[in-house]
């Protein structure tokens, strides 16, 4: 399929945009870039922010929706989110637009954490803190009216990254027994060598180049250590995972990872389902507001967790 004509029209006048020299910099255009993309943010039920302990207890926010559809009592379905931003940007209330679109086409209640980011925290912080925050929504399930049975984790992009190395975690530490998996065009390997990488490599919003950035910033000194957490790709082992739902955007650097993580999960004996966002860049969770066609994607997040939390 084509690119989307809306999102190539985007492209087009974005290109012409002169890149921000600083991490600052990066942040704030970030920031307003996104929110240009969003539309108007979707009607929920209710949203409650939380303060929890992260990593080695330091304290986090957590930011709880409420989808409108939900039943009034009872034990509900439930998604930890880790938002994406390549480790290093991004933050909960860039995403309050998404998370509620999220909540309301899937019907799950969408807990999404405010990481600790990189370079200030690089990893594992980030990994840890979402992990804590598995840990604390099992632990507090019944106070939340959350089914403690129904508990996925998920993100998109660095987050997707983040969920991807919580459920490893999670399997080595005999930790919460996660139902599912939601990954939405995740960042997997740092090698960056796949086809896709080459291919889309510049013109598509996300570049090569940003994904180094974003990884070295992440790794920080730890850019030779055990890849098992931080890169789950390069995982030496898969088995006892999750099931999951894994996206890929058509045309996005990224898009061979999610497919190869879909196939290593098949090959560990863990259900595993890839499914092709048509026509869709690399953070198109984002472009609600920009073209009808990123409904896709909460789409296919709906079907996906539907089927897998049953209900």
Known sequence: MSLDPKIAAY???????????????IRAAT?????????APEPVASVA????????????????????????????????????????LCSVDLYDNPCRALANATGCMVLSVDYRLAPEHPFPTPLEDVYAALVWTTEHAVILGIDPARIAVGGDSAGANLAAGAALLARDRSGPAIAHQLLMYPALDDRLSSAS???????????????????????????????????????????????ATIMACEFDPLRDEAVA??????????????????????????????TPAARQLFDAAAAGLRQALRF
Not at 11 to 25: E, F, M, T, W
Not at 57 to 83: K, Q
């Open 197 to 243: 990488c080459g291919e889309f490599a510049e013109g598509y919003s996300l570049t090569l180049e940003t994904m180094r950035f974003c990884w070295s910033t992440y790794l920080g000194d730890a850019g030779g250590a055990d890849p098992d957490y931080a890169a789950p790709l390069r995982a030496q082992s898969l088995h006892g995972l999750p099931p």
């Open 31 to 39: 920031d307003a870039n996104l929110r240009r993309l969003h539309g």
């Open 49 to 88: 922010d939380y303060e929890i302990p992260g990593a080695a207890g330091s304290p986090i926010a957590l930011r709880v929706y409420l989808p409108v559809n939900a039943p009034a009592s009872g034990a509900r379905p439930a998604i930890v989110f880790a938002h994406g931003g390549g480790w290093c």
């Open 11 to 25: 492209l087009a006048q974005a290109g012409a945009a002169v890149a921000p020299d600083s991490l600052a910099g």
């Open 261 to 290: 993580y879909a196939q290593r999960l098949r090959d560990a004996s863990v259900e595993a389902s890839c499914i092709t966002l048509e026509g869709m860049i690399h953070g198109c969770m984002h472009m609600l507001g920009l």
